[in-house]
């Protein structure tokens, strides 16, 4: 059934253009950027928030996360998402970004952001394009073994 009304076509058609035109935020490494930094900001002890933010972290970061958490989890007795180690309940950006500029290889990017001082406010953001999105690796440190104690036997 065709619309012949030109107000109700136009009704119609508005919709889908703008659904149409918008990227994702993860479509670009910029964006995944920009993306986490506002979800950083809405933390604030939300939950949701915080899973939010990780699910911007690429695999190898989410892996790493949920490793720290199994063990903070296994010393504490209680049980802790990956999301809580890294969303702080207050974030502090160390400058706002002032310039923007991607350099991309392949699958991976670097998003360099400078602040109002290039001398001291200036960061890179290592980023990887995984499951048609750009997500953000952090470079975490790797964990050391967990350590035995080896318990003699009582006599």
Sequence with gaps: MAVKDPVRRLLLIVPLLVACGRKPPDATPEGAVRELLERLEAVHGDPKAARA???LLSKSAQRSLSDRARRASAATGKRLAPEQMIAPSHYFPRFRPQEW?????GARATV?????DPATE???I???FED??????LVLSTLPPIERRQVEPQK
């Design 112 to 116: 360099d952001v400078v602040g109002l």
């Design 126 to 128: 290592p980023c990887v």
């Design 101 to 105: 500029s991607t350099r991309t290889v």
């Design 132 to 137: 048609g999105g750009w997500r953000i690796d």
């Design 122 to 124: 200036r960061a890179g």
């Design 53 to 55: 933010v990780f699910e």
